[in-house]
């Protein structure tokens, strides 16, 4: 499986990008239905306008399709969306996966 794929009950690691004037910046997690649920915590971006890591646990009942998770700045409104695979076959990961380091601003 590659990176933007995870098994029901995998966890999934992610992480927005340009925050310049955020303070702070929540996430909400879209379902394959439509449906969606605010992930109860706030990533804080750092001098790089990139956020902290968020380490997402993708329920084991969880539909098969495409997710999207969003990182939405408090003060700004800025938003970056994901888009990522759940599948129900696969042994799930039971940690939370590094990320790549994100690209300098400014590309």
Known sequence: MNATTVTAGGILSARGNGYTNDRSVTITVFRTDGTSFAAGTEVTPDTNSVTERYCLEVP?????GIWAIAFNGVQTRHQTIGFFRVVTTGMPNTTCPDLIAPLPGGR
Do not use: E, G, I, R
Not at 60 to 64: H, M, S, T, V, W
């Open 60 to 64: 084991a009942n969880a539909l098969p």
